[in-house]
């Protein structure tokens, strides 16, 4: 609802300071959207890519392809840059994604489980390139199922449970905060702490059978 | 239109990389030529056929395979790719008018089916001889009420697309052309029919089309035959733009 892709069925969303549903267009020149199947044209090359997605967001042709050059070589994807998406591997296509959501310099950018299904060094890379765009002073909005993940690349942590925060606070707060109540003598885990809020077992999760529908 | 270009540049450059997908375009639609030619030319001789107008039964039968050829339009399979692998909805996260998004493929189409069509005028042309009697403006208005037809039943394809998500659906949605094809005066023209084919033909909006597309092949300009064409085709293009433009506001 955020990134403006659903419409909000009550109440109101606002993102960046813009009221999502008043002004969509306004939000979305202040996000960047990266889902969770990078969304790429796989007959375009990379560097086409990126010169498309500068010109959706206004820039002229020459800004647009110096821009794409800029962040080609932030995700260092430049000596593929014309090469078709097609042949790009998943860590390739996760960067390049990354890459278009960047184009238009979002205050707020949404990753939506960004590392799923790419090997660990892939990881690596991807957490490293989320490190130094948020170093740039990019916002990240991160959907992620992995929480290691979370705890080494995010300030604050909201955790979701059939669809309501049930817990929130930085890492470290959480992690304390469930210490402290269980008496523990260890620092607990992310998992742990998404176990205690969420209200379950490891033995339950691994009974559960769960549908999931797209 | 500053949005639209580079949308269009974008179809125009994946039509260009795949050549496999435009070909069966241009020489299907070729083949029923020379098939529908070689079944019915010796009934309708040219010297003792009215309807021709002196010319062979090909400059007849083309219009139906221009029309075939404008049918062919991948724009709406392309569509449900992008849908399918989320590069629609990164097209939707940008502040593109949901226009551009429409017309980007449409414009694209129309230019793809107007290059087409010229091929295939040149390439009918030469074997069976047939000439355009309306003469260079009847020839350019040959070419865009094709492409025009070509934007309507892309727009009604990418409807479908957008309201069914599916490429078995999409691509079986795109066989209806076939009905309304033979529901025209295709063989003969529509007096010639029979009382119910001709009732069929009247209220099929492709008749129009046809018979536009067949005096700009066969006689001088005919502008009362054109300008029922170019209304079809604007009216089912309005209706068509604005049921899609209305469903990609409404997708979630």
Known sequence: MLTTLMTLTSGSARVAGVEVTKDPDAARNKIGVALQEAGLDPRQTGRELVILQGRLFGMPQEEAAARAIELLELVDLVDDADRRI???????RRRLDLASALVHEPEVLF????TTGLDPASRLTVWDELR???ERGTTIFLTTQYLEEADQLCDRIAIIDGGLIVAEGTPSELKADLRQRRGLTREPTLDEVFLEATGRTRERVAGEVQEVQA | MSKVLPLIQRSIREALRTPEALLPTLFIPL?????????AARIFPSNSTPFLAGQSYAAFQLPSSLLLAASFGTAALYLVEDIEGGYFDKLRAAPVPRTAIIFGRLAAEALKSAAIAVAMLLIAALPFGISIASGPLGF?????????WAVVFSGFMQLIALKTRSAAATNSAGLIFFPLLFLTPSFVPRPLLTRPMEIAATFNPVTYIMEAL???VLHDLDWAAI????????AAGAVMVLLSVRSIRRYD
């Open chain 2, 140 to 148: 350019v208005l040959l070419i865009l009420l094709t492409a025009s």
């Open chain 1, 132 to 134: 130094r765009i948020n």
């Open chain 1, 111 to 114: 990753l939506d489980e960004p």
């Open chain 1, 86 to 92: 097609k042949g790009y591997s998943g860590g390739m």
């Open chain 2, 214 to 216: 067949r005096s700009l």
């Open chain 2, 227 to 234: 300008g029922r064409g170019f209304a079809v085709v604007a």
């Open chain 2, 31 to 39: 083949f029923f030529l020379v098939v529908n030619v070689g079944q």
